[in-house]
């Protein structure tokens, strides 16, 4: 199986969201590559015996229905935010700062 270079692992952080440390690279590349090594492992198994839908569970989902309780609380939780915005909690942006 390839092994990931140092620059994708880098990629793969970035992509996430997370600052890897220079001195981090070399044992999180290992790291990275040892899963791959594992996941390689499990691709040489022999599953041709084996019956794909072994585990299928044919029996209905029962779902209950949703019911509409009314209750007070609404105004409650809206005063114990620590920021609001008219009928809105407000919280912080995710995601970047677009």
């Known amino acids: 199986m390839p092994r990931l270079s140092k620059e994708e692992v880098l990629k793969i952080g970035k992509l996430a969201r997370l600052e890897i440390a220079p001195e981090e690279l070399d044992s999180l590349s290992e790291h990275f590559n040892g899963i791959l090594d ?50 809105f909690i407000r919280v912080p942006r995710i995601g970047g700062d677009k």
Do not use: C, H, W
């Open 38 to 87: 594992y996941f390689s492992k499990l691709e040489e198994l022999d599953l041709s015996a084996v019956d794909p839908f072994t585990m299928e569970d044919t029996r209905p989902v029962r779902l209950r229905d949703d019911e509409v309780e009314e209750n007070d609380r609404r105004e409650a939780i809206l005063n114990q935010s620590p920021s609001r915005e008219g009928d």
